[in-house]
């Protein structure tokens, strides 16, 4: 027991008849400028006002900004999270999952949805990173199906939303499958001539980078995002070379040659809205 925080600061607080502030109103950003007011940061869409870092998004906040006045409609991705290999590390696989249900309020880390944008009908999945790293097991990888077969049917664009640290390791072997799944769903959009838009957020590594992530028809990132498979260190220590500052970033994949177009996140709408009309001709 803390006698200073637990006896003196109530007393005092009683005294002055004065609450603590709840604290979830003031978060901070990496660059450690300042503290930022949150509900600021909602209306500059998660991007810190201070050092222009594009800070986590949270799935229906993306939604939002990307569809038409807001709305949108979640496609229901009907399995159960499970447990193929009874895993447990330091804790059950079975509780991580409730864990990270209770703290986020969702099922698992991906979202489809349909809507409009810019008036064009699409359909998007996105990795939600707050759910377990956004990491990629069974569930993730039927959720991606279910998005590419929903484009097929609508016969309109399909447009995914990485960020993810990779395969889910928990389920081991089957989280692999999950690469090869998903690669396949993006040859079902090839053969039926359906585009593909992939736009990479930060961060976007391991499994998912290594399958769908980087076959999009056409690769979009966010302004600063890490992408890649393995760490810098880890390639760094494998090659015994040093690899340069920016290596890793969006911008040093736009310079390379891997992906089309790098994005602030206050211009993505308006890219994608070109974007789709350009396609639809
Ligand atoms: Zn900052």
Known sequence: MNWL??????KLNSLVNRKDPPSDLWT?????????????????????SYCDQHMYI????????????EKFELIEIPIENNDPLKFKDLKKYTDRLKDA???TKQKD???????QIGGTTICIFLLDFKFMGGSMGQYVGEAFKIGCQKAVELNCPFISIASSGGARMQEGLVSLMQLPKTVAACNLLDQNKIPFI??????TTGGVSASFAMLGDIIIAEKGSMIGFAGKRVIEKTINEQLPEDFQTAEYLLEHG???IVVHRKELRETLSKVLSFLKK
């Open 109 to 115: 880390a991906a979202h489809v949805a349909t809507g």
């Open 5 to 10: 925080t637990d006896f003196v600061k109530p």
């Open 58 to 69: 949270d799935f229906e906040s993306r939604f939002k900004q990307l569809f038409d006045d």
């Open 101 to 103: 249900q209770q703290k």
């Open 258 to 260: 891997m992906i089309d």
């Open 28 to 48: 901070k950003c990496g660059c450690g400028e300042r503290m930022l007011y949150v509900s600021d940061l909602k209306e500059n869409l998660h991007v810190c």
């Open 198 to 203: 992939s736009i990479l957020t930060h961060p």
